[in-house]
């Protein structure tokens, strides 16, 4: 086992990096969900949707309307959710992202189709701001919400200590809590000849700098004691929500591989005209790419909202929208699996900036390595360099 | 027909004259402490025309999707805000104009330095992906710019205040004087091939990553010299200036002016910064009016589409349907407006300046579906076309750009 106490490189405490490897691992799971949505519509439609991320927002407000409906909103009675409440939630989110992208796709970028690509680029850009905007005027007048952890009945951790505390620290701490508790005694017990805690006699000072002092020593071998331990906690509720994830891309496997509408997905990408030409109802497909790829993102914005407790308001779907996209140009866009891998290195490449201390440019670490990514390897990770031909 | 170079010389020295002479007069007649308000719109009016078209040469000449402006505004206006606070304070407080038109120099300089940078190994990206890398610059400056120290964090750094109506309006002439100037020469004509087909200029002996990176670097220094004016302008300089929204708003003027037109352009970058600027003051109204006039623009879209597909009639035939669409819109957005004021639910109050960024958003969405080439086009405005409009007939028929 490799030592990482003893590591110490650039003051970094090596014993959280664990714990925030699987943080990240976790986040990348949820921008997993959200960067299928961009890719599948890039591959059907070569069409960047820029209104992905506001898609995602108002799956968020789903999911909260739906703990509002359950009786978990401001003034509600529920106390504690269940398995039921979560899945209501999931699919409320899951039912209004889709039809939100149903929607955007049937009467804004259908009717663009055959104009240029800057023009369906555009619309998207509009389409984007004008659900954030919109949503600042007319959803609960774009003030942050949450959604309450009370649905969550997950709440407690599963512990997973790779690295136990240092055994002869510990031992020293607890061998220190009987003078402790003599301390506090004999402080106890001259507490009531003393004018009030702050107005202290000579005496009952002495006492009390003798209990400071012994706490402070337990305190300190105890702390030391803890770091030298490397713990990973793991939320049941995240567990869950990687589960359902990994659920959800077995479906979305499934469906692309093994059904007649994923074959003509499929067909779609490869060539746009000749599947046409054969017998492929091109408006259905796009359609029900649109549909899916909302339907992922409603999930994701659930679980966001719900497990990793983010706020919600009109603005909050940019931020996972951006690192998404990110995520999928980053796989090589067009590339299900490689959304997968880009999404999971993104999330992870975030808490290692947190944990690095840098966590004000955690938003950056995105962007920089999208453009070291696209310099070297514009195709993407798991992407094909294609070379035009006339 | 020969060269003759007294006549060459002369247009361009009258038109550099009249030029300066407009601006010094815009600036003499927006001097006093009353104009204050009318004058700052005007400098912003004009560093916005110069925003527009200096994109429109990355954009819509040379056919390079850009899509984050303002970063490099950013990079003009801090260069500028730092530099009057530390090295050139002095030179600031005495000879302030002599100073401002350094700080455009000097903005222009390191955003076109800031341009090439990026530009060089970005541009060989295509479309979409160039978006992304632009997008993501875009970011990465705002985010610089929010944790520096140096550079006053999320608070912002405040500078010297200096206005100049004159520099702004002479940068905002020279930035259109040099786009025009470039599409009537070889180069521009260059530009122009790399946006219609890029794998056949490059067969033709273009050669693409030059112009490219010649566009952006020229796009990237406007906008710097821009921002650095900005900055002397507001006294003031801080992150969200520069957001994704105001790249946004200056994508938003290229599109609606026409991709391409510089006249396009330079319109509606003036109608855009003044509608936004204007909405600030809307009063608060009941929920049922904006939904209202939603509905109305929504029929008055569907109606206009219904004609742009299907009907094939005279042209002065189709401006009266498409008239009346419009006209059948307006009525609508007005009842429904009525209509839904009386449901309880859409009685409660909504303050009209939330409405600014939606106006923008809806703009840009309508437009695409109805007429996806910009209100302009790829035309320009020429003195050819004024005659026509005049009833005479007009001596040379100029190529629309």
Request: with cysteine; aromatic share 10%.
């Amino acid at each position: 086992m490799l030592d990482l106490v003893s590591l110490n490189v650039a003051g970094l405490d090596f014993t959280t990096l664990p714990q925030q490897l699987v943080n990240g691992f976790l986040l990348g799971a949820i921008y997993a969900l959200v960067a299928l949505g961009y890719t599948m519509v890039y591959g059907v439609l070569k069409l960047i949707n820029f209104a992905h991320g506001e898609v995602f927002m108002l799956g968020s407000y789903g999911a909260m309307f739906a703990s509002w409906m359950m009786g978990f909103g401001p003034g509600g009675s529920a106390v504690a959710g269940s398995w039921v409440t979560l899945l209501l939630m999931l699919l409320m989110a899951m039912l209004v992202s889709g039809s939100a992208g149903f929607v955007i796709e049937r009467f804004a970028y259908r009717p663009i189709r055959n104009h240029p690509r800057i023009a369906s680029l555009i619309t998207a850009i509009g389409l984007s701001l004008l659900l954030q905007y919109g949503g600042q005027a007319f959803l609960l007048e774009g003030k942050k919400q949450a959604i309450t952890s009370k649905v969550n009945p997950f709440s407690d951790d599963f512990v997973f200590t790779p690295k136990k505390a240092d055994a002869a620290l510990v031992a020293q701490a607890a061998a220190l809590q009987p003078e402790v508790d003599a301390a506090q005694k004999a402080f106890d017990a001259r507490l009531p000849f003393e004018k009030s805690k702050f107005e202290l006699s000579p005496e009952g000072d002495r006492l009390n700098k003798a209990l400071a002092e012994i706490t402070a020593k337990r305190d300190s071998l105890q702390n030391q004691a803890t770091t030298s331990a490397v713990t990973i906690r793991l939320p049941k509720g995240k567990l869950i929500m990687l589960t359902t994830t990994i659920l959800l891309m077995i479906g979305l496997w499934y469906l692309v591989m093994k059904t007649r509408m994923g074959r003509a997905m499929r067909a779609v990408s490869v060539d746009f005209n000749a599947s046409s030409l054969m017998g492929i109802n091109l408006n259905t497909v796009i359609s029900f790419t649109f549909i899916l790829g909302s339907v992922l993102a409603g999930a994701g914005a659930m679980m966001y909202s719900t497990f990793q407790s983010a706020p919600i308001d009109p603005f909050s779907g940019t931020a996972p929208g951006v690192k998404a996209f990110v995520a999928a140009v980053l796989g090589g866009i067009g590339n299900i699996p490689g959304a997968v891998v880009g999404a999971i290195l993104m999330g992870v490449a975030e808490n290692l900036v947190t944990w690095a201390g840098y966590s004000s440019y955690r938003d950056a670490i995105a962007f920089v390595i999208l453009i070291a990514v696209l310099l070297f390897k514009p195709g993407g990770l798991l992407g094909s360099n294609k070379v035009e031909k006339v | 027909m020969q060269f003759n170079f007294g006549k060459w010389f002369g247009t361009r020295a009258i038109s550099v004259i009249v030029a300066v002479l407009f601006c010094l007069l815009l600036d003499k007649v927006m001097q006093g402490p009353d104009k204050s308000y009318y004058r700052f719109l005007m400098s912003l009016a004009g560093i916005y025309v110069t925003l527009a078209v200096s994109l429109n040469l990355i954009n819509g000449i040379t056919g390079q999707f850009s899509i984050g402006h303002a970063a490099f505004y950013q990079i003009g206006a801090y260069t500028g805000a730092v530099l009057a606070a530390n090295k050139f304070s002095h030179l600031a407080a005495t000879k302030p104009l002599l100073w401002l038109f350094l700080a455009a120099l000097f903005g222009a300089i390191a955003a076109g330095l800031a341009g090439l940078i990026v530009g060089l190994p970005s541009l060989r990206l295509k479309g979409d992906y160039l978006a992304v890398v632009t997008l993501g610059i875009g970011e990465i400056v705002t985010i610089i710019a929010k944790n520096q120290k140096s550079l006053g964090e999320a608070y912002g750094l405040s500078t010297a205040k200096i206005e100049s109506v004159f520099l702004i309006s002479l940068l905002a002439i020279v930035c259109i004087a040099v786009c025009r100037n470039l599409l009537k020469s070889a180069h521009g004509l260059a530009f122009l091939a790399v946006r219609e087909d890029e794998v056949a200029s490059a067969a033709m002996g273009v050669n693409l990553t030059r112009v490219k990176v010649t566009a952006f670097v020229l796009g990237s220094a406007f906008a710097g010299a821009a921002g650095a004016l900005y900055a002397h302008t507001k006294a003031f300089v801080s992150p969200p200036d520069f957001s994704m929204d105001v790249s946004f708003l200056i994508l938003t003027m290229v599109v609606l002016g026409g991709t391409g037109s510089i006249t396009g352009t330079t319109i509606a970058a003036v109608v855009l910064f003044l509608i936004p600027e204007k909405m600030r003051d809307l009063p608060y109204v009941q929920m049922g009016t904006p939904l209202g006039v939603a509905i109305g623009i929504i029929v008055a879209v569907v109606l206009l589409r219904k004609i742009q597909e299907s009907f094939h009639g005279s042209a002065s035939e189709r401006l009266g349907r498409n008239l009346g669409s419009v006209g059948i819109g307006i009525v609508v957005a007005f009842v429904m407006a009525k209509v839904l004021v009386m449901v309880p639910a859409f009685q409660s109050m909504i303050n009209g300046a939330l409405f600014r960024m939606p106006v923008l958003a809806v703009t840009l969405v309508v437009l695409m579906l109805l007429r996806p080439q910009g209100i302009f086009g790829h035309h320009e405005f020429s003195w050819s076309w004024v005659q026509k409009l005049l009833g005479k007939k007009s001596p040379e028929t100029e190529v629309a750009a």
